[in-house]
């Protein structure tokens, strides 16, 4: 039988059918358990009308749900797209238009907007419980099929579907775990949402046979409790949920000694954050990149240092120039190709031809080689080019916020009459911080190459973002909406109000609303959470009073 996603889980459950396979918030499952939930699930959506190529956006908990409903979709040869309630609706109408044919499958709900969609509604524990069901008919196996429609905001803001066949999910996930050392005994858990790559969620234990721990947990702590309960020997995060736990760590008697891979990705992996979580946690961190148009991790690093100094088995990258030059050492844009690449985006010619170019993926992140080890640089739309000189944002940005007085900065050219362009710099800065464009200059120097220090520096009291949460850089020079701190003190205002009505009401149902050790707890937790610029001293002692307060009313 070909490889695909149902057909591993297939197998597992019919070799140890009694093994752990899935463990959620809620829920232990086998591999028996997980197979007879995908049928009785794939037999729901049959009679519901799904067919061979049509599209199935969940919208579920990041649980065991997840991983059973992209088998249940796999096994009818239809595509599965993990939906986001928190998507615009400009998006939502946009991925709507594009995925043809499509079921919303609710578990149990989903956002209005996709209503216009035949939906199927379910409680989510009626997908592991009742009789024993199989849909009345499944295609023959397709390795070459798509069966995952994995949405990307790329560079534009603009989603896009990046089209994935069980080959390219097998391919890649093969090719990690012969790379990093994997096998069948590991235990898998990602931070990342369900939204997010949900494939690497799972897809590891799909292939070795171990197991996968899913989790909606917001809390450094919870993840923690969850990591020695389960053994998790594989963990997968951002580079800020991984510190929040290592701060934890170091805080308390936390058991972590069953990782063996900690794996920080999604965001820049400097070495600062790797020195600081590896005196914390005990464990070092590896960097590792990739993106939704390979189908996930490409690049990895050596555990404790900044860089990728390792190809994932089965890619090819090469940097090359604006020309299409293979660059051997210095700058260049990544190009990668292999089996796990995905060969087009789903209803959109145009960004289909720019990006995939004979067999090759046109990544649009910049790299510098240098002896032998990748560095992440910067986007290519990114690029100033001043006096015919090559200025990428980020590594300015990132030297900027090296400055103790600095808590944000984005970097974007600036139109000059002989130069072209100029090197600009917004900057929030820390309360109580007073920063002049002089001692910003002073302090690039040495940091930066004289031509990469922004001439102009625009002090300003927030940055503008995205929807995602991303700088927008084409919002930048101008007023960003909200910009007022006296309103943004009035909405914290209410914000504190509603939290602490909840709170109350959460203490309200609890038997015993003030314990001594539980109090500790609670104000460890939140200054292992805090980001400044109050001290842990005094938020420890601001939640302390709101206790008290709380438990003598």
Request: proline share 7%.
């Given at each position: 039988m070909p490889l695909t996603l149902h057909g591993l889980v297939a197998s597992h459950a019919a070799e140890r059918p009694d093994s752990a396979a899935l463990h959620d918030d809620r829920r232990d499952l086998t591999w028996g358990a997980w197979q007879a939930s995908a049928l009785r699930l794939a037999a729901c959506l049959h009679d519901s009308g799904v067919r061979p190529g049509d599209s199935v956006a969940v919208f579920c908990a990041k649980a065991a749900e997840l991983p059973v409903s992209m088998t249940a979709v796999s096994m009818l040869g239809a595509r599965f797209l993990a939906g986001s309630a928190v998507w615009p609706d400009a998006a939502s109408e946009r991925i709507s238009g594009i995925v043809g044919r499509c079921f919303v499958l609710a578990l149990p709900e989903a956002p209005s907007f996709w209503t216009v969609h035949p939906v199927i509604r379910l409680d989510p524990g009626a997908v592991f419980e009742g009789d024993a069901r199989e849909p009345a008919s499944a295609p023959a196996a397709d390795p070459d099929a798509d069966v995952y429609l994995n949405v990307t905001s790329a560079s534009t803001g603009m989603p896009m579907i990046a089209c994935a066949t069980h080959g390219n999910l097998i391919a890649n996930t093969r090719g990690v775990c012969r790379t990093l050392g994997l096998d069948s005994s590991d235990v898998h858990m990602s931070l990342f949402s369900s939204t997010s790559h949900p494939h690497e969620i799972f897809a590891r234990g799909i292939l070795l046979g171990g197991a996968s721990v899913l989790t909606e947990c917001r809390y450094p702590r919870e993840a923690l409790q969850l990591i020695g309960r389960h053994g998790v020997t594989a963990l997968m995060g951002l580079p800020p949920q991984l510190e929040g736990l290592a701060r934890i760590c170091s805080r308390e008697d936390a058991d972590i000694s069953s990782l063996k891979l900690v794996e920080a990705g999604g965001m820049h992996f400097s070495n600062e954050f790797a020195e600081l979580f590896g005196s914390l946690a005990g464990i070092d961190a590896t960097a590792v990149w990739g993106s939704t148009e390979t189908t996930g991790v490409v690049l990895a690093g050596d555990p404790g240092r900044e860089g990728f100094t390792r190809v994932v088995e089965g890619y090819r990258v090469e940097l090359r120039d604006a020309d299409g030059a293979v660059v051997e050492e210095g700058e260049g844009e990544m190009w990668v190709s292999g089996e796990a690449v995905v060969s087009r985006y789903a209803g959109d010619r145009a960004s289909t031809e720019a990006g995939f170019v004979n067999g090759w993926f046109r990544t649009g992140d910049v790299f510098r080689r240098e002896d032998g080890c990748l560095h992440f640089v910067g986007r290519v739309g990114g690029l100033i080019k001043s006096a015919g000189l090559k200025v990428h944002p980020l590594e300015v940005e990132l030297a900027l916020l090296r400055h103790p007085g600095i808590a944000d900065?984005?970097?974007?050219?600036?139109?000059?009459?002989?130069?072209?362009?100029?090197?600009?710099?917004?900057?929030?800065?820390?309360?109580?911080?007073?920063?002049?464009?002089?001692?910003?200059?002073?302090?690039?120097?040495?940091?930066?190459?004289?031509?990469?220090?922004?001439?102009?520096?625009?002090?300003?009291?927030?940055?503008?973002?995205?929807?995602?949460?991303?700088?927008?850089?084409?919002?930048?020079?101008?007023?960003?909406?909200?910009?007022?701190?006296?309103?943004?003190?009035?909405?914290?205002?209410?914000?504190?109000?509603?939290?602490?009505?909840?709170?109350?009401?959460?203490?309200?149902?609890?038997?015993?609303?003030?314990?001594?050790?539980?109090?500790?707890?609670?104000?460890?937790?939140?200054?292992?959470?805090?980001?400044?610029?109050?001290?842990?001293?005094?938020?420890?002692?601001?939640?302390?009073?709101?206790?008290?307060?709380?438990?003598?009313?």
């Open positions: 900065a984005a970097v974007a050219g600036e139109d000059h009459p002989s130069r072209g362009e100029t090197v600009s710099a917004w900057v929030t800065t820390r309360p109580g911080a007073v920063v002049s464009p002089q001692e910003l200059r002073r302090f690039l120097r040495g940091r930066l190459e004289d031509y990469k220090i922004p001439r102009t520096f625009h002090f300003v009291d927030d940055l503008p973002k995205t929807p995602a949460g991303k700088i927008d850089r084409t919002a930048l020079g101008r007023a960003p909406a909200g910009a007022d701190p006296r309103a943004d003190i009035l909405r914290t205002d209410i914000e504190l109000v509603r939290l602490l009505n909840h709170r109350r009401q959460t203490m309200s149902r609890m038997e015993q609303s003030y314990d001594g050790n539980w109090l500790e707890e609670q104000l460890s937790s939140a200054a292992g959470h805090n980001p400044g610029p109050l001290s842990d001293d005094t938020v420890r002692e601001i939640l302390a009073f709101i206790i008290d307060m709380m438990t003598r009313r």
